[in-house]
């Protein structure tokens, strides 16, 4: 299961774009990265999931270099309304223990 | 949508009773899974089941047993609640095993054992 490191907090501004990179060095050849959006007093909910380079949709894009040890949630232009705690998860198909979530990045969005 | 649904939003209990959170999903989700998050702790996976009647412990599964009667719920139990038992429990459920599928949550139930 490949361990993943996140930074514990992040602030910005309204309108600015927020990049926020996970490691996972020890990622396996058929993990999957996916990240997960929570605000308070609710559960955690899907926002993205890639296996390599750009996948983009509606809500953020994730980038994942060539050798995808790191990845990067990206979120254009932050409201007030994404202040949340964002998780990254890495795995694949298989025991759903693999379905670990860390610590999470607190993003403060000021305004 | 999918809809994973927790039977209480908020939860008071003494030390020393059962007690039993009650998770139901409505789209014949194969997998489910019990949580706790705490303060600077992240989510803590208690137990998952993966077909009725099937468990699996989790990380932290001390204090704690399951039910899987039907596909559509999944019941965590407290066997006998202690105060550090207090925490906010999540239910999640998910089509298929692993990291790679999509797991619903549902809102939580915080629960507080005095």
């Known amino acids: 299961l490949a361990k993943t490191t996140q930074p514990i907090s992040m602030d910005s501004y309204e309108g600015q774009e927020v990049n926020i990179t996970c490691s996972h060095n020890?990622?396996?050849?058929?993990?999957?990265i996916t990240w997960y959006q929570q605000f308070p007093s609710q559960g955690p909910r899907f926002i993205i999931q890639?296996?390599?380079t750009k996948v983009t949709n509606e809500v953020a894009s994730l980038f994942i270099p060539a050798d995808r040890k790191s990845s990067t949630l990206s979120l254009p232009r932050v409201s007030l309304s994404d202040t949340a705690v964002y998780y990254c998860?890495?795995?694949?198909?298989?025991?759903?223990?693999?379905?670990?979530f860390g610590s999470g990045t607190q993003l403060t969005v000021l305004p | 949508d999918v809809k994973v649904t927790q039977s209480s939003r908020y939860l008071v209990k003494r030390t020393g009773e059962k007690v039993f959170l009650e998770c139901v999903q409505d789209m014949d989700h194969e997998n489910m899974f019990w949580y706790r998050q705490d303060p600077g702790l992240g989510l803590r996976l208690i137990y998952f089941s993966y077909d009725v009647k099937m468990k699996e412990k989790g990380d932290i599964p001390e204090g704690y047993s399951v039910s899987r009667e039907k596909k559509e719920r999944f019941s965590l139990i407290l066997e006998s609640a202690s105060t550090n038992q207090t925490s906010m429990y999540l239910c999640a459920s998910s089509l298929r095993q692993g990291a790679r599928t999509e797991a619903f949550f549902g809102q939580g139930t915080r629960l507080t054992v005095v």
């Open positions: 890639g296996y390599k």
């Open positions: 020890n990622i396996a050849t058929n993990d999957y």
């Open positions: 998860l890495v795995g694949s198909s298989g025991s759903a223990r693999q379905l670990t």
